[in-house]
């Protein structure tokens, strides 16, 4: 499935559980070798105990420090990266008002931020060097406004519009920018971003396996695909988003986040 990829090395950050986990298992598969990102440690160690060709590189994304680490590795000159995954990236399901405003903070801080930085780490070594693929983990989320996932959906749209802007400018470089664009897909997101309910209230159809994200996002930067979107079901759904009014969009998102 995934034997023919053309990256021999990457860095996949969030890969201590679920997309990110699936996307560093198929990398290592094709025969890359990866350099893992997260907070828990031991999670990233027990990856490279039981993969080869794995370098455990732990960093907190949502501090300067962390950033900066994340991104000399990117720079490293004698340890080219070919591929870069900003995957990591967390929710916060409630109404606006009634949520930490802190933790919205880390939120932008993670999924805005964080990813700019290192997007920017791997664009200004990969363009002169006229060869490299950035894969940026946006969700089906970032296509219309969700209200009580509000901030989340607002760091995916920004995800989107930056992945796109930036497919266009690395083109000429043959550099590869694509957004990845899940839908509802069972990882620790949901006990995370306090949307564990989504398990019961979404039908079994509704639901991508990690495996076809992995699949779709590593096969779709490959072949320079701006946005991606896994499944069939979320290609409709994004689709059809494209023809329908903003207004009808985010009263349909409204109702959807309150089942
Ligand atoms: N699951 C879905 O339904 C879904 C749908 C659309 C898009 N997505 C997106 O897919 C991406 C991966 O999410 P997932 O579903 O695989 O969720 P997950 O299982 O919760 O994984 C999130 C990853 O991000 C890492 N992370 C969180 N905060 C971090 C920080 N401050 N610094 C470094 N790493 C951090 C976590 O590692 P540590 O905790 O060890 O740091 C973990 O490896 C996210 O960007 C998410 O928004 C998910």
Redesign the pocket.
């Known amino acids: 499935m995934t034997s023919s990829l053309p990256f021999s090395s990457a860095l996949v ?9 699936e996307l560093t298992r198929q990398l290592v598969a094709a025969g890359a070798t990866v350099v893992v ?4 440690a031991a ?1 990233l160690e027990a990856l490279a105990a039981e993969l080869a060709g794995v370098e455990v590189l732990k ?4 501090t300067r420090a ?1 950033q900066d680490a994340v991104a000399a590795r990117i720079a490293d000159a004698d340890r080219p990266i070919d591929l870069v995954v900003n ?5 916060s399901s409630g109404e606006f008002h009634a949520l930490d405003a802190d933790r919205l903070g880390d939120e932008v801080e ?2 805005v931020a ?1 990813l700019t930085r290192l997007s920017h780490a791997a664009l200004a070594v990969m363009v002169p060097r006229r060869r490299g693929w950035l894969l940026n ?5 970032g296509f219309q406004p969700a209200p009580r996932l509000a901030v ?1 959906a607002a760091t ?1 749209a920004y995800v989107l519009s930056l992945s796109e802007s930036l497919h266009q400018e690395a083109a000429s470089a043959g550099v590869h920018v694509s957004a990845l ?10 006990s ?1 971003s306090n949307t564990a309910h989504y398990q019961s209230t979404f039908p079994e159809f509704a639901w991508t396996t ?1 495996e076809e994200v992995a699949t779709s996002g590593l096969q779709g930067v490959a072949k320079n695909r701006a946005v991606i979107v896994p499944g069939a079901i979320y290609k409709l759904v994004t689709g059809a988003g494209s023809v329908t009014p903003r207004w009808i969009k985010r009263a349909l998102s409204g109702v959807v986040q309150r089942s």
């Open positions: 950050t969030g890969a201590s559980s679920g997309i990110g986990e990102v997260a907070r828990r999670r960093a907190d994304l949502g962390g995957n990591a990236g967390f929710g993670l999924n964080a983990v946006s969700s089906v989320a989340y995916k664009c899940p839908g509802l897909t069972k990882t620790e997101f949901q995370v990690v």
